[in-house]
C-alpha cells in the first residue's frame, strides 16, 4: 500500500486559504439559508461554511442573484439564525490519493473509519473534465466475473457501463457484493448513495472483507445526510475512478443507487428554484445522470478503463419511470431483476429475457454466440406458452419448439442460478449442457416427464 509523503502535507498547506470572503444569513425559508455579502465571489456548486451552535457545517449554493445567495447547508436548520456568518469556501474539489486504498470516505475525501487521512497533491473539479470521444478507445475485452449468468449470456467487458435495475429487496445489492469480490480489476471504487447506515460496516466487514477492501475506496453518504452531499457522493466517487484510469488502472466503479442520487439532485434542484416537470423529476435530471455515466467507460492513450456498474430501484418493476429510461438510453446494457422470479427462490433474480448485454456479438465467439443465441430462443419459447404449461393445458408433442423449451427450462434455469464457475469457458460448457436432453429419447417422452416434474415444482 502506498505511504503517506511530504508531497502529501505540503499539498494541504498549499491548498489551505488564510483569509476568504464572509456573508451572513439574512432569511431562512423552504430549507435554504439566504445570505448577503457574497454574491460578487460566490459561484454555482461553491462550497460554505457555515457557524453552528456546535462549530461549523457545510453548505452548497444553489441559487445566486445579484443581492444575495441561496445555501443548501449540511446540516438540519435547527440553531442557526439571522446574522450567523457564513464564509466561501470556493468551488467543490477533492484530491485523491493512491494511499485512499483500504480506506472508507465521505463525499468531501474525510475518513469515516477513524483513522487519518491525507489528501493527494492534485485537487480535482467534482465536475470532471470530458474525454474527447474521438480519441476514447473502444470497449475491451471480456471480464471474468464468477457468475455463470454474466460470463455468457450476459457478458461484461472492460470499460462497459451497466445497468442494474431492481425494485427492493430483490437481490440487487448482493448481485452488487459479488461482482465487487470477483470481476478482476485493479481498483475498485464503491459509491454508497443514500444507504442505511448499518449497510456501511456491514459492506465492509462482512460482505467485501480485509481481502476485498485490500483493492477498494468506498465513498458513503448514508440516508440520513442532506441531499447535497447525497449528489456529491456519486460525483466524488467518480473523481477517485478517474484518478486511478489517469494512471493506466483497470478500474470497477459501482454506484448504489442513481435513483437516490437523481432523488438527492430533484430536492437541490427543487430548492433552486426549477419546477419539476419530468414525472416529479426537474429537467437537468437527464443531463445530470447522462453527464455522471459518461465520464466511466474506456480511457484514451496510456489511460485505463472505468467499468462501472449502476443500480437503479424501480418502484413496481416500471422500467419506462425517468430514471430508468434516461439510463436504459445511455448505457452498455442492462440487467433486469424480477420480483416473481425471487419470490419462488431463485437467485440471482435475474429476467434474461428483459436483459441485454450491448457488448455482444463482439464480447464472444460465433460458437458462443450461437449458444447464447439458443438459451434465449428457449426461453422465449417457454415464456410465451407459461401460461398454458402451468395451467395444464398444453399437451406434449403439440409443438416441436415448446417440448424443447420445456425440457431445457429447468436446466437453464439452474445455470442462471450458478454463482460458482473457473472462468468463461467452463461457464460455457455449463451452459451447452442445458441441450444435451434434446438429443436423448423421444420428444414426446421427454416433453412428458419434464411437465410432470414442472408440476410437482409448481
Known amino acids: 500500500m502506498a505511504q503517506v509523503g511530504f508531497e502529501n502535507v505540503l499539498g494541504v498547506v498549499e491548498t489551505t486559504s488564510v483569509s476568504c470572503p464572509v456573508?451572513?444569513?439574512?432569511?431562512?425559508?423552504?430549507?435554504r439559508l439566504i445570505v448577503g455579502g457574497l454574491s460578487q465571489f460566490a459561484a454555482m456548486g461553491d462550497l460554505v461554511r457555515i457557524q453552528t451552535p456546535d462549530g461549523f457545517a457545510r453548505g452548497e449554493i444553489v441559487r445566486?442573484?445579484?443581492?444575495?445567495?441561496?445555501?443548501?447547508?449540511?446540516?438540519?436548520?435547527?440553531?442557526?439564525?439571522?446574522?450567523?456568518?457564513?464564509?466561501?469556501?470556493?468551488?467543490?474539489?477533492?484530491?485523491?490519493?493512491?494511499?485512499?486504498?483500504?480506506?472508507?470516505i465521505d463525499p468531501y475525501?474525510?475518513?469515516?473509519?477513524?483513522?487519518?487521512?491525507?489528501?493527494?497533491?492534485?485537487?480535482?473539479?467534482?465536475?470532471?473534465?470530458?474525454?474527447?470521444?474521438?480519441?476514447?478507445?473502444?470497449?475491451?475485452?471480456?471480464?471474468?466475473?464468477?457468475?455463470?449468468?454474466?460470463?455468457?449470456?450476459?457478458?461484461?467487458?472492460?470499460?462497459?457501463?451497466?445497468?442494474?435495475?431492481?425494485?427492493?429487496?430483490?437481490?440487487?445489492?448482493?448481485?452488487?457484493?459479488m461482482l465487487a469480490q470477483r470481476i478482476s480489476a485493479d481498483v475498485v471504487v464503491i459509491a454508497m448513495v443514500g444507504e442505511r447506515g448499518r449497510e456501511v460496516r456491514e459492506f465492509v466487514e462482512r460482505v467485501l472483507g480485509p481481502q476485498g477492501m485490500a483493492r477498494t475506496v468506498i465513498v458513503a453518504a448514508t440516508s440520513d445526510r442532506s441531499a447535497a452531499l447525497r449528489r456529491r457522493c456519486a460525483l466524488a466517487?467518480?473523481?477517485?475512478?478517474?484518478?486511478?484510469?489517469?494512471?493506466?488502472?483497470?478500474?470497477?466503479?459501482?454506484?448504489?443507487?442513481?435513483?437516490?442520487?437523481?432523488?438527492?439532485?430533484?430536492?437541490?434542484?427543487?430548492?433552486?428554484?426549477?419546477?419539476?416537470?419530468?414525472?416529479?423529476?426537474?429537467?437537468?435530471?437527464?443531463?445530470?445522470?447522462?453527464?455522471?455515466?459518461?465520464?466511466?467507460?474506456?480511457?484514451?492513450?496510456?489511460?485505463?478503463?472505468?467499468?462501472?456498474?449502476?443500480?437503479?430501484?424501480?418502484?413496481?418493476?416500471?422500467?419506462?419511470?425517468?430514471?430508468?429510461?434516461?439510463?436504459?438510453?445511455?448505457?452498455?446494457?442492462?440487467?433486469?431483476l424480477d420480483r416473481r422470479i425471487a419470490e419462488r427462490g431463485r437467485f440471482p433474480a435475474i429476467d434474461v429475457l428483459r436483459s441485454v448485454s450491448r457488448a455482444l456479438p463482439l464480447a464472444a465467439t460465433e460458437a458462443e454466440n450461437k449458444l447464447i443465441a439458443e438459451a434465449r430462443r428457449m426461453l422465449g419459447a417457454y415464456?410465451?406458452?407459461?401460461?398454458?404449461?402451468?395451467?395444464?393445458?398444453?399437451?406434449?408433442?403439440?409443438?416441436?419448439?415448446?417440448d424443447a423449451a420445456i425440457i431445457a427450462w429447468p436446466k437453464l434455469d439452474q445455470f442462471v442460478a450458478q454463482r460458482e464457475t473457473q472462468n468463461s469457458e467452463a461457464s460455457f460448457a455449463s451452459l451447452a449442457q442445458c441441450f444435451d436432453a434434446k438429443s436423448k429419447g423421444t420428444q414426446k417422452g421427454n416433453g412428458d416427464a419434464a411437465l410432470a416434474t414442472m408440476a410437482q415444482n409448481q
Open 237 to 336: 466517487a467518480m473523481t477517485v475512478a478517474e484518478h486511478f484510469r489517469d494512471q493506466g488502472k483497470q478500474v470497477l466503479l459501482l454506484a448504489d443507487s442513481i435513483t437516490r442520487l437523481a432523488d438527492a439532485h430533484r430536492e437541490i434542484a427543487v430548492s433552486g428554484g426549477e419546477s419539476a416537470s419530468l414525472r416529479g423529476y426537474p429537467p437537468t435530471t437527464a443531463s445530470m445522470i447522462t453527464t455522471l455515466c459518461e465520464r466511466a467507460g474506456p480511457g484514451e492513450g496510456q489511460m485505463g478503463d472505468i467499468t462501472a456498474i449502476f443500480t437503479v430501484l424501480v418502484a413496481g418493476s416500471d422500467m419506462e419511470e425517468p430514471v430508468a429510461d434516461i439510463l436504459r438510453g445511455v448505457l452498455d446494457g442492462h440487467v433486469v
Open 23 to 31: 456573508g451572513r444569513i439574512i432569511a431562512i425559508e423552504d430549507g
Open 109 to 177: 475525501g474525510e475518513p469515516l473509519d477513524n483513522k487519518p487521512l491525507l489528501p493527494g497533491t492534485m485537487p480535482r473539479r467534482l465536475t470532471g473534465k470530458p474525454l474527447n470521444p474521438t480519441t476514447r478507445r473502444g470497449l475491451g475485452t471480456r471480464l471474468e466475473t464468477g457468475l455463470c449468468v454474466f460470463n455468457t449470456l450476459l457478458p461484461i467487458v472492460r470499460g462497459q457501463r451497466l445497468g442494474l435495475f431492481a425494485g427492493s429487496g430483490v437481490g440487487k445489492s448482493t448481485i452488487m457484493a
Open 383 to 402: 415464456e410465451r406458452a407459461e401460461l398454458m404449461i402451468q395451467s395444464g393445458l398444453y399437451a406434449a408433442g403439440s409443438d416441436a419448439a415448446i
Open 64 to 104: 445566486i442573484d445579484d443581492q444575495k445567495i441561496a445555501v443548501l447547508p449540511d446540516v438540519p436548520l435547527e440553531g442557526l439564525g439571522i446574522g450567523v456568518r457564513v464564509a466561501l469556501l470556493g468551488a467543490a474539489k477533492l484530491a485523491p490519493d493512491d494511499t485512499w486504498i483500504g480506506r472508507v
